[in-house]
């Protein structure tokens, strides 16, 4: 029998030449002759959210814009655009070789990442560094409009499920600010398309919360934003831990849970048979002396059943087998030992009628915690909010020239014109020419050929964030 090992394939390395769509590699031949600079920029041209968190740039320069070309990988590349039909400007790329010592000669500036505004700003701004090579600026399109988008929606999304979520625990807690950050958890990483779309999204989510199972986004916090822990997770059972005990032994299964973590906040899935039963009788009954004994809190998870209904019923019923408290906003708060989490069927939209349904029941926001998986990392695209990188300005036998589309169809596809700037005047953002800033531009270059301008730390882009709940 054939086996293979690693070396049997040809494990190719991926760079700025081959992160293109197949099209861009006829660009450089297609811009008006004297054209020697081409400006373009990134935008959220909308979508379900009025404001757009910016993240995930530095990501995605530090992974492919620090580490130069060489001669091997054009050479490469033109073999394999050669031969896949579309035309190739080697002698382009032999530039950024021998006159760039490898690195992309492109500038690229940006608002702070974490930065809160409105869509419809500029928000990124991409211009080549050679005259000779005009193209490069929209080279770069596929890979930074890819890494930009992905990542700022996830960190939208997390960030509008945390705006109605604080607003329930201001109105049901009496310590919201202390609750906050771990009420929705990341278990997204085995429903993303890949581990980087994982570790991307993640991250994104991480900007506003605290939970997470997603293993890749602690790792690229670490590597990409200098934090040493961005987030964090708790021993748990999963139903093959529980249903490998068989239906008889489910009580054992629990039981043995309990024992091997004495101490400490764990959760257990608990709908394996029957989650109400489960509720009353085991936790409620047989096991309730170990729960209440422990130094520590057991977090109930349901997982099937109507995710904006079952977890407030399973509250319910542990109320009235483990009591509750009434607090000073009036809301039914079961004792420390004992919590739930709903991590099945989560999204922007059952979040929001959960909470509602827990607060029409008198039942504080206190008693539950939240997880999104697929609804979290997988269910956004670039049209979720309108994520686009457009040039708007080329410079052509030295004189700048505005670039900008119309298009008559689709009004909200008009594009922007000119060198741009990013001003904030008495807390409200605007996309103007850069000509007419006043000095007020808040896009900071990043990136210059090959060398990283600017290093935000994870922590820095999390108080940037925060600044509006």
């Given at each position: ?20 769509d197949?099209y861009?590699?006829?660009h ?102 050679d ?5 490069m ?24 499920a ?14 919201p ?29 991480l900007v ?35 249903t ?31 989650m ?39 509250i319910?019923?542990?109320m ?43 039942i ?59 001003i ?19 896009m ?9 301008l600017?290093?935000?730390?994870f922590d ?10």
């Amino acid at each position: 029998m054939t086996t293979y090992t690693l070396k049997d394939f040809p494990l190719i390395e991926l760079n700025p030449i081959l992160t293109v769509d197949s099209y861009k590699t006829s660009h450089p031949f297609q811009y008006p002759d004297g054209s020697t600079n081409v400006s373009s920029y990134i935008e959220s041209r909308g979508g379900p959210f009025n404001e757009a968190v910016f993240f995930g740039l530095q990501a995605f320069i530090i992974k492919y814009l620090l580490k130069p070309i060489t001669k091997a990988e054009v050479d490469f590349a033109a073999d394999v655009f050669e031969a896949h039909g579309t035309p190739f400007d080697k002698a382009g790329w032999m530039i950024v070789v021998d006159d760039w010592d490898g690195f992309l000669p492109i500038e690229i500036e940006a608002v702070p990442e974490g930065t809160v505004m409105p869509t419809r700003n500029a928000q990124v701004q991409i211009i080549n560094l050679d005259d000779r090579l005009p193209w490069m600026t929209s080279a770069v399109e596929t890979a930074a409009l890819r890494a930009v988008w992905y990542a700022s929606t996830v960190a939208t999304l997390s960030r509008a499920a945390k705006q109605h979520i604080y607003k329930a625990l201001k109105l049901t807690s009496d310590d919201p600010d202390g609750q906050i950050d771990f009420k929705l958890h990341d278990f997204g990483a085995r429903g993303a398309t890949s581990s980087e779309s994982a570790m991307l999204g993640g991250m994104g989510h991480l900007v506003n919360f605290k939970g997470t199972d997603t293993v890749e986004a602690v790792i690229g916090a670490r590597m990409f934003y200098g934090e040493h822990m961005a987030g964090f997770s708790i021993p748990a059972t999963e139903h093959s831990t529980i249903t490998s005990w068989g239906r008889s032994g489910e009580v054992d299964a629990y039981r043995n849970f309990l024992l091997k973590n004495p101490t400490g906040l764990i959760a257990c899935v608990s709908d394996s048979y029957d989650m109400m039963y489960c509720a009353e009788h085991i936790w409620g009954g047989t096991l309730k002396e170990m729960v209440e004994s422990r130094d520590g809190t057991l977090v109930v998870r349901p997982d099937s059943g109507d995710p904006m209904v079952v977890p407030l019923d399973v509250i319910e019923v542990l109320m009235t087998k483990f009591g509750y408290t009434v607090n000073s906003k009036g809301f039914k708060v079961l004792p420390d030992c004992i919590r739930v989490l709903q991590g099945d069927g989560m999204n922007i939209d059952s979040i929001q009628v959960l909470l509602t349904n827990a607060i029409k029941r008198g039942i504080s926001i206190d008693n539950f915690a939240m997880g999104m998986g697929g609804g979290l990392l997988q269910k956004v695209d670039r049209d979720t909010m309108k994520y686009a990188m457009k040039a708007s300005a080329i410079k052509i036998d030295g004189i700048w020239n505005d670039v900008f589309k119309d298009p008559i169809t689709d009004k909200d596809k008009r594009s922007k014109k000119g060198r741009l700037s990013v001003i904030k005047t008495n807390g409200n953002y605007a996309t103007v020419r850069k000509e007419s800033d006043g000095g007020r531009n808040i896009m900071r270059p990043v990136l210059n050929a090959g060398k990283l301008l600017v290093f935000d730390n994870f922590d820095i882009i999390r108080e940037r964030a925060a600044k509006n709940k």
